[in-house]
């Protein structure tokens, strides 16, 4: 029986991007291969907000007590080795249990469900088959992957998926990209894969997703967005305010929106952090 280790595992509303509003459950999956610890820093430099809450990491016994950071990557624990404790491994058969627990009705209706992280692409692959295998699980019509866009799809998942989908032709399969920037404090050249980002519209409907702070964000998702397109990548693109707090948020939001008005593309606003103040477990 496979596991998966899950950092979260909650039901809310999908605050970003094509779903937003929709009700939804979200399974945060742990690890990913990135840091992205220059959001909301300047230029070059490194939040070190992670820093100060790892070494108390021994107050805290869930999610729900970790402090929420104003830079750097907002869902650390996630990710971070540090906090690994508060990620139980669990079989499908335990997940498929939660959620059924957490569904207002104990089975699926016009709930979505988003497999987040961390990086959910990186090797849970192998195991979400036997999860959505479930017989509980029958009722789920749609699915997205958030994702930073730099895994490429198994063989085995290639094939799962495409069958996932052609067994009913009510699913949908969704992969929402969000593209690192240099704003991020990633390299380029690890993060913007416009290739593998191509081959996920072969399997669903994909859209990138840039988080803006700045003028010069913008630019760089121009040129991200003209080598995306360059490959083939037909899908839409959305512009989102950066802001894991609500003050960062409520500082860029309307400009992000005006920007993506001025330039044709959307906005994606991330009604969480209005609706629940971007509480971990929303
Ligand atoms: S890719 Fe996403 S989860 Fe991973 S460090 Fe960056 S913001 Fe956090």
Not at 105 to 123: A, M, R, Y
Not at 125 to 139: D, W
Request: include cysteine; charge should be negative; charged fraction near 25%.
């Amino acid at each position: 029986m496979s596991k998966i280790k899950i950092a979260e595992l909650f039901y809310s509303v999908q605050g970003e991007g094509r779903y937003m509003g929709v009700p939804s459950v979200f399974l945060r999956t742990f690890g990913c291969n990135f840091r992205c610890a220059g959001f909301g820093m300047p230029r070059g430099e490194q939040s070190r907000e992670v820093e100060d809450i790892a070494e108390v990491v021994h107050m805290f016994n869930n999610y729900k007590e970790l402090p929420l950071v104003s830079t750097g990557c907002d869902s650390y624990a996630s990710w971070d080795p540090r906090f690994k404790n508060l990620s139980p491994m669990l079989t499908s058969e335990a997940i498929v249990d939660r959620i059924m627990e957490i569904l207002p009705q104990d089975h699926w209706k016009e709930e979505h469900l988003v497999i987040t992280g961390g990086e959910p692409l990186l090797g849970w692959q192998r195991a979400y088959p036997e999860l959505l295998n479930h017989p509980k699980m029958s009722g789920l019509k749609e699915i997205t992957f958030e994702t930073n866009g730099t895994q490429s799809l198994t063989d085995e998942f290639r094939s799962y998926l495409h069958n996932w989908r052609k067994s009913n032709p009510e699913r949908e399969i969704t992969f929402s990209v969000s593209a690192k920037l240099p704003c991020s404090g990633e390299a380029w050249d690890d993060a913007i894969k416009p290739q593998t980002v191509c081959e996920y519209e072969w399997f669903g409907t994909a859209y990138l997703k840039f988080v803006i702070a700045t003028e010069q964000d913008f630019a760089d998702a121009e040129c991200a967005i003209a080598l995306y397109r360059k490959a083939g990548f037909k899908g839409h693109v959305y512009l989102m305010p950066v802001g894991g707090v609500e003050s960062v948020y409520a500082l860029n939001n309307k400009n992000v929106a005006l920007l993506a008005m001025k330039h044709g593309l959307r906005y994606s606003d991330r009604l969480q952090v209005p609706l629940f103040k971007n509480e971990w477990g929303t």
